[in-house]
């Protein structure tokens, strides 16, 4: 069935340090969204794409979407202890329904 | 005001017991859903309405029952809760093709 593959699982970096997260699928998908979920919190949505090679930032935050429409990434530049959660993918078929990632956690060592 | 509210917060509660969840959405949008995260955090989505209409039913056990009274309320209901549906549930709302705001959540513990 629709599957979105997530990695890494885990990250721990170092306050500074960048950090990126990958999500694969096996079809061309329409669009990806992400989310950022604390700990003990709920998905909020950060950004979603929808055109082939597009490339959006948020400040230190940048996504982009694969030339094939079947990839996308996550990339944060110097993380900070605020940007500790963890981070999920999301595609959406076309019964609206939205099918996410594994999820990749985030931590930082101040 | 919060846009996507659920109750209760935490439900702690016996095997066999039935239990409901509430949700409500201020955003005045058409389509509700329900997700269950597991432990590994895992998300994946339960059911879907869109203006009180069940629109996605997805594999799950028919103890779990879903019900709209109107397009700003998505409630559900669980009877005979088992071990395994100990979990985190959230309810969203959103429009297709657009990103879907999610509630704080209800963690669930059957005992």
């Known amino acids: 069935g629709q599957q979105v593959m997530q990695i890494p699982q885990y990250q721990h970096v170092q306050e500074g340090e960048d950090f990126t997260t990958y999500c694969n699928s096996s079809?061309?998908?329409?669009?990806i969204q992400w989310y950022k979920q604390r700990p003990g919190g709920h998905p909020v949505f950060l950004i979603q794409?929808?055109?082939?090679?597009e490339v959006k930032k948020q400040k230190r935050l940048t996504f982009q979407f694969g030339e094939a429409k079947k990839n996308s990434s996550l990339h944060i530049t110097a993380t900070q202890t605020t940007d500790v959660g963890t981070y999920f993918c999301?595609?959406?078929?076309?019964?609206?329904?939205?099918?996410f990632g594994q999820g990749t956690e985030l931590s930082v060592k101040p | 005001d919060t846009a996507v509210s659920q109750t209760p917060k935490y439900l702690v509660t016996q095997m066999g017991n039935d239990k409901s969840i509430k949700c409500e959405q201020n955003?005045?949008?058409?389509?509700m859903y329900w997700y269950k995260q597991d432990s590994k955090k895992f998300l994946k989505i339960m059911f879907s309405?869109?203006?009180?209409?069940?629109?996605i039913n997805e594999t799950v056990p028919n103890r779990f029952s879903p019900k709209s009274p109107d397009k700003a309320h998505l409630n559900l209901h669980i009877n005979s809760l088992e071990l395994g549906d100990s979990a985190v549930y959230f309810c969203?709302?959103?429009?297709?093709?657009?990103?879907?705001?999610f509630g704080p959540g209800t963690r669930l513990t059957v005992t």
């Open positions: 969203a709302s959103g429009r297709d093709g657009y990103e879907q705001y």
């Open positions: 079809t061309t998908l329409s669009n």
């Open positions: 794409l929808v055109k082939s090679g």
């Open positions: 999301a595609e959406e078929n076309q019964g609206g329904k939205l099918i």
């Open positions: 955003l005045g949008h058409d389509t």
């Open positions: 309405y869109n203006n009180k209409e069940l629109i």
